[in-house]
């Protein structure tokens, strides 16, 4: 099968949960060979665990997680020239609207959009300005 999502933080991070959305868990393992997930994605999990204390369960656990699933499993997509020109344009007309999106989920709604994928979050009012970006939510 070919690509067709692209896992945002939110809900690339939601098996970790001690409590997770049985939805969510359900939509991975249904399309587990048609998501990917973008570099900046994974550049927040590890940001996430650093900033917790050393040796802690939790830090450990989301590197674990880290490792065998989203770095063996995942593809990860990275943020290319072609994504940087959109990005760009699609931020100068955001502002030129009133409207300024958060620099890392712009660039992640970039290489969504320049993959013609499918941005799956739980955060859709934080992507829903960005023009053509098709998003879907997999915790309703």
């Given at each position: 099968?070919?690509?067709?999502?692209?896992?945002?933080?939110?809900?690339?991070?939601?098996?970790?949960r001690?409590?997770?959305?049985a939805?969510?868990?359900?939509?991975?393992?249904?399309?587990?060979?048609?998501?990917?997930?973008?570099?900046?994605?994974?550049?927040?999990?590890?940001?996430?665990?650093?900033?917790?204390?050393?040796?802690?369960?939790?830090?450990?656990?989301?590197?674990?997680?880290?490792?065998?699933?989203?770095?063996?499993?995942?593809?990860i997509?990275?943020y290319?020239?072609?994504?940087?020109?959109?990005?760009?344009?699609?931020?100068?007309?955001?502002?030129a609207?009133?409207?300024?999106?958060?620099?890392?989920?712009?660039?992640i709604?970039?290489?969504?959009?320049?993959?013609?994928?499918?941005?799956v979050?739980?955060?859709?009012?934080?992507?829903?300005?960005?023009?053509?970006?098709?998003?879907?939510?997999?915790?309703?």
């Open positions: 099968m070919s690509l067709r999502y692209l896992l945002d933080t939110n809900t690339l991070s939601e098996p970790l001690k409590s997770p959305n939805r969510v868990l359900k939509k991975i393992q249904l399309h587990q060979t048609e998501i990917a997930t973008a570099a900046l994605v994974l550049y927040e999990i590890i940001r996430g665990a650093y900033g917790l204390p050393e040796q802690t369960e939790k830090r450990i656990r989301i590197l674990q997680y880290a490792e065998p699933f989203i770095r063996n499993r995942l593809p997509l990275p290319t020239e072609t994504t940087a020109e959109w990005h760009g344009i699609e931020v100068a007309r955001l502002i609207l009133g409207k300024t999106p958060s620099p890392i989920d712009s660039q709604a970039a290489v969504a959009k320049t993959n013609k994928l499918i941005l979050t739980r955060n859709v009012t934080d992507f829903e300005n960005f023009a053509d970006l098709q998003i879907e939510n997999w915790f309703e």
